[in-house]
């Protein structure tokens, strides 16, 4: 019953570092989907999935890549860390890109750069 | 530009009275509005939605409402309980659009 689940939940990095937010999900939807989250805003839309092979840029995809070779993971990776990519990210999943499907969120890494 | 608002960054609320959550849009496209919940150091759950071709839609205590020509929504919590206190987003998409838009959320206390 995991759901979707995301590791780590904490990290610091230095500026220009990199590293790779983890994402899996047990529940065989199609569609994943990573967001951001800054104080006092809304989720922000990185990049989304549709399926195993096919990702897509969404709201705010700059200094963020993404890879989908699996139904079931869908890695964020930083290239090169910058104090504006602190935040707390979160991943989510959906079983179809309908409107009316609600999304299934993981628990979030807070994420800070330093 | 917000497309999807909540102006009331805070709200508080005595146990077993209404709470009320707004919400205001400015895409006249979008077809569907969901709300969800969040507690602190977890993700947001989904919590109710309502489809632009209704107007009121009602799970339990919680009863959502729809004003398309005010591009308006509400969320009622009645009665409110200690557990309700969480943060609320709205969020809204589009027919054809794979992506939904969430508003910055809405802190609700309850207060025993």
């Known amino acids: 019953n995991a759901g979707v689940t995301q590791t780590p939940k904490f990290r610091i990095l230095k500026i220009g570092q990199s590293m790779t937010l983890q994402c899996t999900q047990d529940m065989n939807h199609n569609y994943m989907y990573w967001y951001r989250q800054d104080p006092g805003m809304g989720l922000k839309l990185i990049y989304y999935?549709?399926?195993?092979?096919?990702?897509d840029k969404g709201e705010v995809p700059n200094g963020y890549n993404v890879s989908r070779s699996t139904t079931e993971d869908f890695p964020l990776r930083l290239e090169l860390a910058a104090p504006s990519q602190t935040s707390v990210y979160f991943c989510a999943s959906s079983r179809t890109g309908d409107s009316n499907q609600p999304q299934h969120f993981g628990d979030g890494t807070r994420l800070s750069i330093l | 530009d917000q497309q999807v608002k909540q102006n009331s960054p805070s709200l508080s609320v005595q146990e077993g009275r209404i709470s009320i959550l707004n919400c205001d849009y400015t895409?006249?496209?979008?077809?569907?509005f969901l709300w969800y919940k969040k507690y602190p150091a977890e993700g947001p759950t989904f919590l109710i939605s309502i489809s632009s071709i209704k107007d009121k839609n009602e799970d339990g205590r919680f009863t959502v409402f729809l004003n398309k020509s005010a591009k308006h929504l509400s969320l009622h919590i009645v009665p409110s309980q200690p557990g309700d206190s969480a943060v609320y987003f709205c969020a809204a998409s589009e027919v054809s659009y794979d992506k939904v838009i969430f508003g910055p959320g809405t802190s609700l206390s309850v207060i025993p």
């Open positions: 999935s549709v399926g195993a092979g096919i990702t």
């Open positions: 895409n006249s496209m979008f077809d569907y």
